[in-house]
C-alpha cells in the first residue's frame, strides 16, 4: 500500500511539474537585430505571443496552431521539449534584381519543438516578424485547419481587400475599416495592411507550396483570423464557360498528404509580418523574397525587359495599310515597333488560338512565321493561354511552344489557391524552366515565394490594374498608391501600365475599345519606375506610341530591374517619390493623388563629386485639365542639387539622371 501511494505521490508531482512548465514557464524573447521589435512567446501549445514595436505594443495575443485529422478540442496537453536559438547575417545576390541587386538577409531566431512531432522557427527581422510550422509526419495526414489569430491593441484601421469567394482573380480595392466592425462572415485576400499610430502593420506569406493559400476574415473584434480554402473533392467547368470553375465539393480538410509511403519532415508557410516604423520602409521590404523557397534552377537564361501589349488596346491600329487584328500581320507590325524602340517583347494575347485547344491556331495567325520575324529583330514572343487548357495539353503544348522559338507564356484565370492550384503554380514553373521558358501568371494570387525559386515565373497580376478601366471607374490615383504600399510588398504586380489617353475624373469616360486612363501622362510614365515587375507591360496601341514619341522614347529608356532603391519621400494614398538606380544611371518616379502636390526633392543619394544630367518628364502647365499635356526638360544637377516638384491631380513625374559627359 505504501508502495503504491509513493507511486501516486511521484505520478502527482510530475504531473504538476508538467503543468507548472507549459502553463507558467516564462515567456521567450526573441528581438530583432536593431532591437526595435519584440517578440514574447509562450512555451505552450496553441503557441500564444504578443509584438512591440519600439516599445509600443500592437499585437496583444496572437496564437497560432495546426491541427491534423482529430478534431481541435481532443487534443491532449502539448509541451515544449527543446529550445534553439540561432542567427543568420548576410547578403543574398537574386539573380532577378528587383529591388536591388543584393539583399541583406538579417534576423535572429527561436525554435520551439514540441512533443506532437511539431516544431515552429520565429525569425523577427528589422523590418517584421515570421513563423512557420514544420511538422514530422506518416504519409497519409491531413490538416484539419491553421489557427492564425491576431489580436491588436486599441481602435485599430485596416485596409481590407474584401472579397466575396474564394474563387478570385484577387484584384480589389482597399477598404478603409474599423477592425472591430469586420463581421466573421466578411474575408479578405492577402497582402493585407492594418495601421497603428506610429507605425503600419502588412500580413502576407511565402514559401507557399503545396498548401492553401490564407485569407483573413473579421472576428467582430479588434483581431482577425485565418481562414483557408478547402481542398477540392470535384469541380467543373461552368456551362458555356472555357475558364471558370464551378466547384462541386469540397473536403473537410485545407491540406491533405501527397507524400511518399513513409515518414517525412515537411515545412509549411511562412506567416509575414511586414513591420513599418514609417510609411517609406513598406516600398523596400524584403520579407517576401527572403522567406521564399531556395533558387531551384539554373536562370541564366532569364531576361528580364519591357513587352508590347495586344489586348488592352484592342489591336487599334491606326495609319497601316492593313485591317488591324488578329492576324499575323498586326503582330509583325507590334515586332517593328518593338524592334524600332528596343522593346525585348512583344505578347500574344487572348484570340491567337481556338479557346478549346491551346495548339489549334486561328487561321489568319502564323505563329511560326511571327517568332521567326522577331528573331530576326531582336524582339521574343510570349504566347497567352489559359491555364485549363494548358493542363489538358501541358506536354504537347510546352514543347510546341518551345519548337517553335516562343520566349514564355501568360497563363490566366487560375482564380484560385486552395492546395492543388498552388501545386499548378509549381507544376507550370517547373515545366517551362525545362524548356527555357517565362511565365506571367494572371488571374492569380499574390507572389507568395515562387519567383525565388524558379526566376522564370518573371511577374504576376494578382492587382486591380489598368485593364479596369475598360470597364469601370474606380482606378483612382489614390488606388495606384496604395498598391505600392500593400500588394507590391509581396512581389512583382503585372499592373500593365503606359495608357496614352489620359484623363482627370472630371473628363474620364469608360470605354472598352478606346480606354483611357483616369490620371495624368506623367502619372503613367511614373509607375514605370515607382511599380516593380521585372516585365514591364506597354500597354497602349503601338500607333499611339509613334505618335507621341517623345513619350514612347522616354519609356523605353527606363529598365525594369534595379541595383539599388532609395526611397524620397512617400506617404500611403498621397504621394510617392522614389530613386532607382541601375548600373551608373539614376531613375526617379513621383506619383501624387487626386491633390495637387509640391515636393521638395533632394538629390543627396547621387555620388558626390560628380555632374549630371537629368532629364525630367512633368505635368504639363494644363494638366489639370488635360490630363495629357506633359512637358519634358533638362537641366545639370548635382549630389547637392534640390528642385520643388509640382505634381497635377492625378499626376506625376519621372526622371533620367545620367553622367554628365
Not at 482597399?174 to 466592425?181: D, F, G, H, M, W
Not at 479557346?355 to 531582336?378: F, M, R
Not at 523605353?556 to 526611397?567: G, Q, R
Not at 500611403?572 to 493623388?593: C, E, K, P, S
Amino acid at each position: 500500500m505504501n508502495y503504491l501511494y509513493r507511486i501516486i505521490c511521484v505520478f502527482i508531482t510530475l504531473l504538476l511539474f508538467n503543468i507548472h512548465v507549459s502553463v507558467f514557464a516564462k515567456p521567450l524573447q526573441v528581438t530583432s537585430p536593431d532591437g526595435s521589435i519584440e517578440v514574447l512567446l509562450s512555451q505552450t501549445y496553441p503557441i500564444e505571443y504578443s509584438i512591440s514595436v519600439s516599445g509600443n505594443m500592437i499585437i496583444s495575443k496572437a496564437t497560432a496552431a495546426l491541427y491534423f485529422n482529430e478534431p481541435e478540442e481532443t487534443h491532449s496537453p502539448i509541451t515544449v521539449k527543446n529550445i534553439k536559438r540561432s542567427s543568420q547575417n548576410r547578403l543574398l545576390t537574386p539573380h532577378i534584381k528587383q529591388k536591388s541587386a543584393q539583399i541583406v538577409e538579417h534576423y535572429n531566431q527561436i525554435t520551439m519543438i514540441f512533443d506532437n512531432q511539431q516544431t515552429v522557427n520565429f525569425r523577427v527581422f528589422n523590418s517584421g516578424v515570421a513563423y512557420r510550422f514544420n511538422a514530422f509526419m506518416d504519409d497519409h495526414f491531413a490538416i484539419k485547419n491553421e489557427l492564425a489569430l491576431f489580436e491588436f491593441i486599441d481602435s485599430t484601421r485596416t485596409l481590407f481587400p474584401a472579397e466575396n469567394s474564394f474563387v478570385s482573380h484577387n484584384e480589389r480595392t482597399y477598404e478603409s475599416k474599423q477592425l472591430s466592425t469586420i463581421t466573421e462572415s466578411e474575408f479578405a485576400s492577402l497582402p493585407l495592411m492594418v495601421e497603428f499610430n506610429k507605425s503600419k502593420l502588412v500580413i502576407t506569406e511565402s514559401g507557399l507550396k503545396d498548401y492553401p493559400g490564407m485569407w483573413l476574415q473579421g472576428t467582430g473584434r479588434e483581431s482577425l483570423r485565418a481562414t483557408f480554402p478547402k481542398t477540392i473533392v470535384s469541380s467543373k467547368l461552368q456551362k458555356g464557360s472555357d475558364r471558370n470553375e464551378l466547384i462541386e465539393q469540397r473536403s473537410p480538410f485545407i491540406f491533405e498528404s501527397k507524400l511518399a509511403p513513409q515518414p517525412n519532415s515537411r515545412s509549411f508557410p511562412w506567416r509575414i509580418l511586414a513591420i513599418s516604423k514609417d510609411d517609406s520602409e513598406l516600398l523596400t521590404n524584403q520579407l517576401s523574397y527572403l522567406l521564399a523557397n531556395e533558387l531551384a534552377i539554373n536562370p541564366s537564361w532569364v531576361k528580364p525587359g519591357q513587352v508590347a501589349w495586344d489586348w488592352w488596346n484592342a489591336n487599334n491600329l491606326y495609319g497601316v495599310d492593313f485591317i488591324a487584328g488578329i492576324n499575323t500581320q498586326t503582330y509583325k507590325y507590334y515586332i517593328d515597333f518593338a524592334a524600332k524602340n528596343g522593346i525585348e517583347y512583344i505578347i500574344l494575347d487572348e484570340g491567337w488560338h481556338h479557346l478549346d485547344s491551346v495548339t489549334n491556331v486561328v487561321e489568319d495567325i502564323d505563329v511560326k512565321e511571327i517568332i521567326a520575324y522577331g528573331k530576326l529583330k531582336n524582339v521574343d514572343v510570349i504566347l497567352w493561354v489559359i491555364w485549363k487548357t494548358l493542363d489538358t495539353q501541358l506536354t504537347e503544348a510546352l514543347d510546341l511552344f518551345a519548337h517553335w522559338g516562343a520566349a514564355g507564356i501568360k497563363v490566366d484565370f487560375m482564380q484560385r489557391d486552395d492546395q492543388a492550384m498552388v501545386n499548378y503554380y509549381w507544376k507550370i514553373a517547373q515545366e517551362t524552366a525545362k524548356r527555357k521558358l517565362l511565365v506571367n501568371f494572371h488571374g492569380s494570387y499574390k507572389p507568395a515565394g515562387l519567383r525565388r525559386a524558379y526566376p522564370n515565373v518573371i511577374t504576376r497580376e494578382g492587382v486591380r490594374g489598368l485593364e479596369h478601366n475598360k470597364w469601370a471607374n474606380y482606378i483612382t490615383a489614390e488606388h495606384n498608391l496604395t498598391l505600392p504600399f500593400i500588394r507590391q510588398l509581396a512581389g512583382p504586380m503585372d499592373y500593365t501600365p503606359g495608357a496614352i489617353n489620359n484623363a482627370q475624373p472630371s473628363n474620364f469616360s469608360i470605354s472598352f475599345a478606346r480606354p483611357m486612363s483616369k490620371t495624368t501622362r506623367a502619372h503613367q510614365v511614373a509607375m514605370y519606375i515607382v511599380y516593380e515587375s521585372p516585365l514591364q507591360m506597354l500597354a497602349d496601341s503601338p500607333s499611339a506610341y509613334a505618335k507621341e514619341s517623345q513619350t514612347t522614347e522616354f519609356i523605353t529608356a527606363i529598365p525594369t530591374v534595379w541595383d539599388e532603391t532609395h526611397v524620397i519621400s512617400a506617404k500611403l494614398a498621397d504621394h510617392i517619390v522614389i530613386a532607382r538606380r541601375n548600373g551608373t544611371q539614376w531613375y526617379l518616379g513621383a506619383m501624387g493623388n487626386s491633390n495637387e502636390h509640391k515636393i521638395n526633392v533632394d538629390l543627396s543619394f547621387l555620388p558626390t563629386n560628380k555632374r549630371f544630367e537629368m532629364t525630367l518628364f512633368k505635368d504639363g502647365a494644363n494638366a489639370d485639365k488635360f490630363a495629357s499635356d506633359h512637358k519634358i526638360e533638362t537641366k545639370s544637377v548635382t549630389h547637392n542639387s534640390t528642385f520643388i516638384l509640382n505634381l497635377a491631380p492625378s499626376g506625376g513625374a519621372a526622371a533620367i539622371i545620367k553622367e554628365a559627359q
